[in-house]
């Protein structure tokens, strides 16, 4: 029976979800409603209705197991920018999330005894899984101290010769910060000479905030240099704002690779939603995804000045390395020089003054790494955002943050 660790994030948030009053737990840009989608589209009639126009469609499998065929074609085009070599339709499987698409890649690719390079931190997911099927896996940690860099020297020397995978997460959860476009090349190089897949969550991508299409380092899709043994998984929840929206979806070069998936896939589910689906692409579709992105990132402009203004208030006690890409952020906490313990912190807040966060050491480390972090979310209401902001003002003036134990 394959033994799977507990699932520390979701397990905090979902223990301690009912009754706080500022919910910064969350990793998503501000939901929006399907009626909302219209006003943001652009040549659309005044009495086109979604909804409606899904209420005519047989509810049976739909046609194609793979997906709806001009979805994917929305999803293809996601990718046709920057990428050396073109993604079709035919390229992408649509599935119910990004979470799922990470389970059924890693489920049809990795078997016990590969060896499996994951990027670290990210999230428990990406390194949980295939440990768990029995696979040795490598976490290639990020340097802090660069702007959470990785070192591509480093990754040469944690390849051995039954690596099967490298696993990427970016933009990376919980940090914000990107591979840069010249690292994501060389990575791609490295594993094309060494013939190791790349596997890509890139479920932040495109909400880029903080760089522009024209900076150096603004990273392309890893689909995007041609390689063959490439796959990329993303969804709607995070960077289109539509959680609940249940479609996400996994890209590949590959027809062997999106083969083994589509064989993995058929174990767990037959097809997607088809209202999800229509729903899917329509917000995907090129009347509506660029008004979409804009409003999503401008929000999060907005609120990671918020947040700046915050920790620039608080020197002594917050550092972080500010986040790139998405609405998350990795903030360390501390006293008199030392991490306070981040449990500790985010328990007593939560009880306090009804902020819950989550904490890093717990949520995104092995029980010694990232003591004193916490994982922020602010891609929410501006509003509760400051409010928020304001709560955890008192929290760290008051006796409660003076008297916080600090990390082991």
């Not at 289109?240 to 249940?246: D, E, M, P, V």
Request: proline share 6%; with cysteine; glycine share 6%.
């Amino acid at each position: 029976m394959v033994k799977l660790d507990p699932f520390e994030v979701d397990h905090w948030i979902l223990t301690r979800d009912v009754g706080p009053k500022y919910n910064l737990a969350h990793s998503y840009s501000l939901p929006i409603a399907i009626n909302d989608l219209k006003s943001l589209s652009e040549n659309v009639a005044p009495d086109d209705d979604i909804l409606a126009s899904v209420q005519s469609v047989p509810m049976n499998y739909g046609p194609s197991f793979t997906g709806l065929e001009q979805l994917r074609e929305n999803i293809a085009n996601l990718y046709a920018e920057d990428s050396s070599l073109p993604v079709s339709s035919d390229k992408i499987l649509t599935t119910p999330g990004a979470s799922l698409a990470n389970f059924i890649v890693l489920f049809a690719l990795v078997n016990p005894g590969d060896h499996i390079i994951v990027q670290y931190p990210t999230y428990q997911q990406l390194y949980s899984l295939p440990a768990s099927v029995g696979a040795q896996v490598s976490l290639w940690k990020a340097k802090e101290n660069d702007n959470w860099s990785l070192d591509t020297e480093e990754l040469e020397r944690l390849i051995q010769p039954n690596t099967k995978m490298i696993v990427l997460n970016n933009p990376q959860n919980p940090t914000g910060a990107i591979i840069a476009k010249s690292s994501l090349a060389e990575i791609i190089r490295i594993a094309k000479r060494h013939s190791i897949t790349v596997f890509s969550d890139e479920v932040y991508r495109p909400s880029f905030h903080s760089i522009a299409p024209g900076d150096p380092d603004y990273p392309p899709s890893a689909l995007s240099f041609g390689y063959e043994n490439t796959i990329v998984t993303s969804s709607l929840s995070k960077a289109y704002a539509l959680a609940g929206i249940r479609i996400g979806w996994i890209a590949s070069h590959s027809k062997h690779i999106l083969d083994l998936c589509i064989n993995a896939r058929s174990y767990a589910l037959i097809t997607t939603s088809q209202v999800d689906e229509q729903i899917a692409s329509f917000a995907l579709g090129p009347s509506c995804v660029h008004n979409l992105l804009k409003r999503n990132i401008a929000l999060a402009k907005k609120n990671l000045d918020i947040l700046q203004s915050f920790i620039d208030e608080f020197p002594s006690n917050c550092q972080w390395v500010k986040p790139v890409a998405g609405p998350i952020g990795f903030i360390r906490f501390a006293r008199s020089g030392h991490p306070v313990d981040d449990v500790e912190l985010c328990t007593r807040l939560l009880e306090k003054k009804g902020v819950l966060l989550v904490p890093g050491r717990k949520c995104f480390g092995d029980g010694e790494n990232f003591s004193g972090y916490v994982r922020l979310g602010f891609g929410g209401d501006t509003e509760v955002l400051k409010a928020a902001l304001e709560a955890l003002k008192e929290f760290m003036r008051e006796e409660d943050y003076k008297s916080l134990p600090l990390a082991n």
